[in-house]
């Protein structure tokens, strides 16, 4: 069974700051993963995702996330944060053959502070 | 036009009641999800449809009927409210039902329906 942990329930940052979201998962076979973003009283919209190949992917909003293997990690970051990226970030993994099952981490809340 | 959408937004009901969401998609896609997220933000699968096929049916409390009238709608019926089932309830659609397929991963998520139970 997959599983996802996201290491800091809330992230506060100034902005213009860089900031990094923690997301780490436990697989006993090859992944997808996933960064979806939830703005107040929204649904899930979705940020990146790594398939295959490069380990840097880039999304939408200016963020980023690198696939590590090796430490079991897809941290998300983006360089210089903005108000309107405050949000709860959910990371999330799938298995080929999962039929899109999405198994999501407890979600990381990022407050941008003026 | 809205992708994915819910109704109704807010539900606030007693203990014992019966209450239905509707979901319905306009994108076409083949495969419909339902998801809870609670009170902490935690989201969990709870059912997924494939043109109107159950494939995913988590160990969710058999007070809760999924149905799937055509590929465009997933309803979602709860008997029995109990208290533990406040929560917001999140539609998706997906094209494809499995990796590999169609678009990878990515769910199509409704505004949620906020449900309280008193």
């Known amino acids: 069974a997959q599983s996802v942990t996201q290491l800091d329930s809330q992230v506060p940052v100034f902005e213009e700051a860089p900031v990094e979201l923690r997301c780490n998962y436990s697989?006993?076979?090859?992944?997808?993963l996933f960064w979806y973003v939830q703005y107040p009283n929204q649904g899930l919209q979705l940020l990146l995702k790594y398939l295959s190949g490069s380990t840097l992917v880039k999304g939408i909003n200016g963020f980023e996330a690198e696939f590590n293997k090796s430490q079991t990690s897809f941290h998300l970051r983006k360089p210089s944060v903005h108000i309107s990226d405050t949000a709860e970030y959910f990371c999330a993994v799938t298995v080929s053959g999962g039929y899109n099952k999405l198994i999501f981490g407890a979600g990381t809340r990022l407050a941008v502070h003026p | 036009d809205t992708a994915v959408s819910q109704t109704p937004k807010y539900l606030v009901t007693q203990m014992g009641n019966d209450k239905s969401i509707k979901c319905e998609q306009n994108l076409g896609h083949d495969t419909m999800y339902w998801y809870k997220q609670d009170s902490k933000k935690f989201l969990k699968i709870m059912f997924s449809y494939n043109n109107k096929e159950l494939i995913i049916n988590e160990t969710v409390p058999n007070r809760f009927s999924p149905k799937s009238p055509d590929k465009a709608h997933l309803n979602l019926h709860i008997n029995s409210l109990e208290l533990g089932d406040s929560a917001v309830y999140f539609c998706?659609?997906?094209?494809?039902?499995?990796?590999?397929?169609?678009?990878?991963?990515?769910?199509?998520f409704g505004e949620g329906s906020r449900l309280t139970v008193l």
């Open positions: 998706a659609s997906n094209q494809g039902s499995q990796v590999g397929s169609g678009n990878l991963g990515e769910l199509f």
């Open positions: 697989s006993s076979v090859s992944v997808y």
